[in-house]
Nanobody, 116 residues
Framework: EVQLQVSGGGLVQPGGSLRLSCAAS????????MSWFRQAPGEKPEWVSS????????IYADSVKGRFTTSRDNAENTMYLQMSSLKPEDTAVYYC?????????WGQGTQVTVSS
């Protein structure tokens, strides 16, 4: 069974940092590009970042470029999202996702709230 377990969210002040984790199981993690999405209340899901199978440099939405860094550890079947210089507009539920044979698999999401 494919599972994506997202953790690491919480409440942080503007300018602060958080690191999210997406622990994967039930599939060959290293064979797939992995992505982060987020959804703010009343908004559509927004793509945040993706990272290729071997890791390396991710690609990012303009809204987070220079502040967020995606990485992965294929030995641990885990993807990370390091978020720095957080802004109130980063408040959302964050999800990880991958696609296999046309089917999208989503983690359960973790709430990130940026507020003073």
């Amino acid at each position: 069974e494919v599972q994506l377990q997202v953790s690491g969210g919480g409440l942080v002040q503007p300018g602060g940092s958080l690191r999210l984790s997406c622990a994967a199981s039930g599939f060959a993690f290293s064979d797939y590009t992995m992505s982060w999405f987020r959804q703010a209340p009343g908004e559509k899901p927004e793509w945040v970042s993706s990272i290729g199978r071997a890791g390396g440099t991710g690609i990012y939405a303009d809204s987070v470029k220079g502040r967020f860094t995606t990485s992965r550890d294929n030995a641990e079947n885990t993807m990370y999202l390091q978020m720095s210089s957080l802004k109130p507009e980063d408040t959302a539920v964050y999800y990880c996702k991958f696609s296999q044979r046309g089917v999208d698999y989503w983690g359960q999401g973790t709430q990130v709230t940026v507020s003073s």
